[in-house]
């Protein structure tokens, strides 16, 4: 649980998980370009720092810190130039719009604990993002990347209502009818999104007769689960640095299926 809760260890894995996937199979198809992926790496961490930054504000009801937003936005250019140098202009500027999607998630409209959050943030999030690293490795992108990584769409939104209904239920703020959804149906929707990311990614499992070894440990993850759903263990949970490092994880174990 203290390794699970660890904040730094949340703070590294955040912006390696999304690449975690696509960058394992497209190292499969050519030979690996590791700067370039260190520099996606660098860019997502300035970028989760700029997101955590902005969530904390959004808690907290202060003014926004325009200062820190310009620096880390900068930090971010910075390594876009380098990624465009390395790669190209598209790569480059598909993660512009990710950037400038990650403020306007909080900043000025708030997207926290709505719909609109659960819709864009896994596209962006995992989709787009595994499909730059499967990019940035082979140099290419296959359609059936799109299918490979529904897992880790289902499973990043069951992060997502987990984190919602816990901020929703906590803060009192029942207010729109997606809201309202969340708490009287939070049990069956995080069960039923926990279960098929884990049954999409078993069907995954069984097409690429993966070894045994590799199904087994993604099996030992299901474990993780059990934290979450055991009143025993809420009060020492944190629950979003958990969902995080579980993430990576998830993420880790699904990718070694693929070991083939």
Excluded: C
């Excluded at 520099?39 to 904390?56: D, G, Q, S, T, V």
């Amino acid at each position: 649980m203290n390794l699970m809760n660890n904040t730094f260890l949340a703070l590294l894995t955040a912006p390696m998980t999304p690449l975690l996937f696509g960058a394992w199979r497209g190292m499969s198809f050519n030979e690996p370009n590791l700067l370039l992926l260190f520099m996606l790496y660098l860019f997502l961490l300035f970028n989760h720092a700029l997101e955590r930054l902005l969530a904390k504000n959004e808690q907290s009801g202060a003014k926004v810190p325009y200062a820190m937003i310009l620096i880390l936005s900068i930090l971010s250019i910075g390594l876009l130039i380098s990624i465009f140098y390395l790669s190209n202009i598209i790569l480059a500027a598909i993660l512009l719009l990710y950037l400038i999607y990650s403020i306007l998630q909080f900043y000025p409209y708030s997207m926290t604990n709505t719909f609109y959050e659960i819709l864009l943030r896994p596209f962006f999030k995992i989709l787009i993002l595994s499909s730059i690293a499967f990019f940035s490795q082979a140099n290419f992108i296959p359609l059936q990347l799109q299918y490979e990584v529904l897992p880790l769409i289902l499973f990043h939104i069951f992060h997502l209502l987990q984190v919602q209904i816990k901020n929703t239920v906590a803060h009192n703020q029942i207010k729109s009818s997606y809201q309202q959804l969340l708490t009287k149906h939070s049990k069956k929707l995080k069960m039923t999104i926990f279960l098929l990311a884990y049954a999409t990614a078993g069907l995954q499992m069984f097409d690429l007769n993966s070894s045994l070894l590799a199904s087994s440990l993604f099996g030992l993850t299901l474990l993780l689960v059990f934290p979450l759903f055991k009143k025993k263990f809420q009060s020492a949970l944190k629950i979003d640095q958990y969902l995080t490092n579980y993430g990576f994880l998830f993420t880790l174990a699904y990718s070694l299926l693929f070991l083939v």
